[in-house]
């Protein structure tokens, strides 16, 4: 499976379900860094946000039939994280996002927008 082609199937996964500020983190060129990109948005409420990791898992599935590695936070949908290994998924709720503020932690990598 390609990266690339899986971060694809994961963002139009996060658009069907209206994640909002859809960042892709490429991770690579960093030190220790643990997959290749983080992918990271935020939706309204934990229903939106359990809806959007939902969907993205739905949609890997039939893509390239592939579950995730680990899968945590589906107890309260305050910040879900579902793991593809080369690719690790970060869905919050807005100020969980704000927060943790994983794109400054991440400030060195090449990171990519999505509407």
């Known amino acids: 499976m390609l990266t690339k082609q899986l971060v694809n199937t994961i963002i139009k996964g996060i ?8 960042v892709s983190l490429d991770i690579t060129k960093l030190n220790q860094s643990i997959a290749d ?3 990271i948005c ?7 946000v359990a809806a959007i ?3 993205v898992e739905d949609f890997v599935k039939k893509e390239f039939n592939e ?3 680990h899968k945590e936070g589906t107890q309260n949908s305050q910040w ?9 998924v970060h ?6 996002r704000d927060f943790y503020n ?3 932690l991440w400030a060195d990598a090449k990171i990519q927008e999505f509407e």
């Open 102 to 104: 994983l794109e400054d």
């Open 67 to 69: 579950k995730t590695l």
């Open 37 to 39: 990109n983080f992918i």
């Open 42 to 48: 935020h939706g309204d409420s934990n229903t939106q």
């Open 53 to 55: 990791a939902d969907c």
């Open 80 to 88: 879900v994280l579902l793991d593809y290994g080369m690719v690790i």
């Open 91 to 96: 869905i919050f709720q807005k100020q969980y």
């Open 15 to 22: 658009q069907e379900k209206k994640g909002k500020d859809i």
